[in-house]
C-alpha cells in the first residue's frame, strides 16, 4: 500500500493547520525486496543504537523515505538513506515523503514522527529527545520545529507508527516529548497513544561551526 502524504506545518502545537502541497515520491526500498529490506533495515537500525537507544525492538512492515531535494522523488539525490550524512543547510526546508507498507491492504491509521536522540549533542544529550514534528497521514496534525543552531553530532530518526489516529494528543513540550526525562521520547509518546512502531529511517548531520 501506497501512501502519499500532505505536509501540514504550523509554528507550535496548535490546532491552526496550513496545507502544503502533496508530492509523489519513488522509494528507495522497492516492493519486491520487502522481506529481505525489513530484515537489512532492521540489522542497520540496530548497529546505529536506534534500536535500543530510542526504539524498541521491531521488524519493519513499512518504509520511509525522506527527499531534501528539488528533484523530490524524481531521483535518489537528497534521499534520506539509513545513516546518510547531510549539511545543516541541506535540511533547512521541509522534506518530501514516501512511506510504502508492501503487505498491508489496509490501516487503522499511520504516523511519521521526526525526533532527535542527540540533542544537544550525542555526548551531551540533555534535550533528548526532541520531538521536530508529527505528520499524520490522511489526517493532516502536525507540530514543527528546528533545532537551536550550532549543536552537536545528530542522528535525526524518522519513524512510522501505526494506530488509531482520530484523537492524537500533542506532546506537552518539544524538548524530552514533554516527558521531562533524557533520552525519553517518541516511544514513550507513541505508547501513550496507543501506536506502534512499524518503519523507520534516519540521517547523520553535525553542524561544522560549533
Same mark, same amino acid.
Given at each position: 500500500?501506497?501512501?502519499?502524504?500532505? *505536509?501540514?506545518? #504550523?509554528?507550535?502545537?496548535? +490546532?491552526?493547520?496550513?496545507?502544503?502541497?502533496?508530492?509523489?515520491?519513488?522509494?528507495?526500498?522497492?516492493?519486491?525486496?520487502?522481506?529481505? +529490506?525489513?530484515?537489512?533495515?532492521?540489522?542497520?537500525?540496530?548497529?546505529?543504537?536506534?534500536?535500543? %537507544?530510542?526504539?524498541?525492538? &521491531?521488524?519493519?512492515? $513499512? &518504509?520511509?523515505?525522506?527527499?531534501?531535494?528539488?528533484?523530490?522523488?524524481?531521483?535518489?539525490?537528497?534521499?534520506?538513506?539509513?545513516? +546518510?550524512? &547531510?549539511?545543516?543547510?541541506? #535540511?533547512?526546508?521541509?522534506?518530501?515523503?514516501?512511506?510504502? $507498507?508492501?503487505?498491508?491492504?489496509?490501516?487503522?491509521? *499511520?504516523?511519521?514522527?521526526?525526533?532527535?536522540?542527540?540533542?544537544?549533542?550525542?555526548?551531551?544529550?540533555?534535550?533528548? %529527545?526532541? $520531538?521536530?514534528?508529527?505528520?499524520?497521514?490522511?489526517?493532516?496534525?502536525?507540530?514543527?520545529?528546528?533545532?537551536?543552531?550550532?549543536?552537536?553530532?545528530?542522528?535525526?530518526?524518522?519513524?512510522?507508527?501505526?494506530?488509531? #489516529?482520530?484523537?492524537?494528543?500533542?506532546?506537552?513540550?518539544?524538548?524530552?516529548?514533554?516527558?521531562?526525562?533524557?533520552?525519553?521520547?517518541?516511544?514513550?509518546?507513541?505508547?501513550?497513544?496507543?501506536?506502534?512502531?512499524?518503519?523507520?529511517?534516519? &540521517?547523520?548531520?553535525?553542524?561544522?561551526?560549533?
Amino acid at each position: 500500500m501506497w501512501f502519499s502524504i500532505a *505536509l501540514i506545518l #504550523t509554528a507550535a502545537a496548535s +490546532n491552526a493547520f496550513a496545507s502544503l502541497p502533496t508530492q509523489d515520491q519513488t522509494p528507495l526500498i522497492q516492493e519486491n525486496n520487502g522481506n529481505g +529490506n525489513a530484515d537489512a533495515v532492521r540489522k542497520a537500525l540496530t548497529k546505529a543504537s536506534i534500536i535500543t %537507544e530510542v526504539l524498541d525492538d &521491531f521488524k519493519p512492515k $513499512c &518504509f520511509i523515505t525522506a527527499f531534501y531535494s528539488k528533484d523530490s522523488g524524481k531521483t535518489h539525490k537528497g534521499a534520506v538513506d539509513l545513516g +546518510n550524512t &547531510f549539511k545543516p543547510k541541506e #535540511t533547512k526546508q521541509r522534506p518530501g515523503l514516501s512511506v510504502y $507498507c508492501p503487505d498491508s491492504n489496509s490501516t487503522s491509521g *499511520l504516523a511519521v514522527a521526526l525526533t532527535d536522540p542527540d540533542a544537544k549533542s550525542r555526548d551531551d544529550p540533555k534535550w533528548s %529527545e526532541f $520531538c521536530h514534528w508529527i505528520y499524520i497521514i490522511a489526517t493532516n496534525f502536525h507540530l514543527s520545529s528546528q533545532a537551536p543552531p550550532k549543536t552537536g553530532y545528530h542522528r535525526y530518526v524518522f519513524v512510522v507508527l501505526e494506530g488509531d #489516529t482520530t484523537n492524537l494528543t500533542a506532546p506537552e513540550e518539544r524538548r524530552h516529548w514533554g516527558t521531562g526525562k533524557v533520552r525519553h521520547g517518541v516511544r514513550d509518546w507513541a505508547g501513550q497513544e496507543g501506536l506502534r512502531v512499524v518503519g523507520a529511517n534516519w &540521517f547523520v548531520e553535525e553542524d561544522e561551526e560549533q
